[in-house]
């Protein structure tokens, strides 16, 4: 029970660092001349500074070229999609504001979740669309709704 709740406490203090992240990036490329391309390239340039840093100081073994060779194909998409959620936090946050857009962010990732559990995508366990997920995914729906219209 206490490491559920700690994993809990560690996924909201991810959606955090996502909410800060997208309007870090969203002024960041205000202050850069309104240019989103260089606004997420700069930030990911960051992200490549730490990723390296965390690999020096913990020097975690390196996998063997035929571990990765019989890797997915789509477990090498991560980094362009991590860089699209990048571009479209310091495109879209100005606009939407922070609140709409991480709502609406973590709109697409329930629905998404939903479907790759449900049809068990990418090697995660298989976990129906029951009338609990749906009403949980409509409330969401719901959240968004209120943050951009009340």
């Not at 559920?4 to 490329?29: E, P």
């Not at 205000?30 to 340039?45: E, K, M, Q, V, Y």
């Not at 699209?84 to 504001?97: E, F």
């Not at 962010?105 to 995660?124: R, Y």
Request: proline residues 5%.
């Amino acid at each position: 029970m206490q490491t559920t709740i700690f994993f809990a406490l560690l996924a909201m203090g991810a959606g955090a660092c996502i909410a800060l992240q997208a309007s870090a990036n969203g002024n960041f490329r205000r202050n850069i001349g309104d240019n989103p391309l260089f606004a997420a390239f700069l930030s990911i340039c960051g992200t490549i500074l730490t990723a390296v840093t965390a690999m020096l100081v913990l020097r975690p073994p390196v996998p063997s070229a035929a571990v990765l060779r019989e890797t997915p194909w789509w477990n090498w998409i991560g980094g362009p999609l991590g860089a699209l959620i990048v571009l479209a936090g310091a495109t879209l946050t100005p606009r939407l504001g922070a609140a709409l857009f991480i709502a609406l962010v973590v709109g697409g990732q329930l629905l998404c979740s939903l479907l790759l559990d449900h049809f068990a995508i990418m090697g995660l366990s298989e976990q129906p669309i029951t009338a609990g997920r749906v009403l949980g995914a409509a409330l969401v729906v719901v959240g968004v709704l209120c943050i951009k219209y009340l």
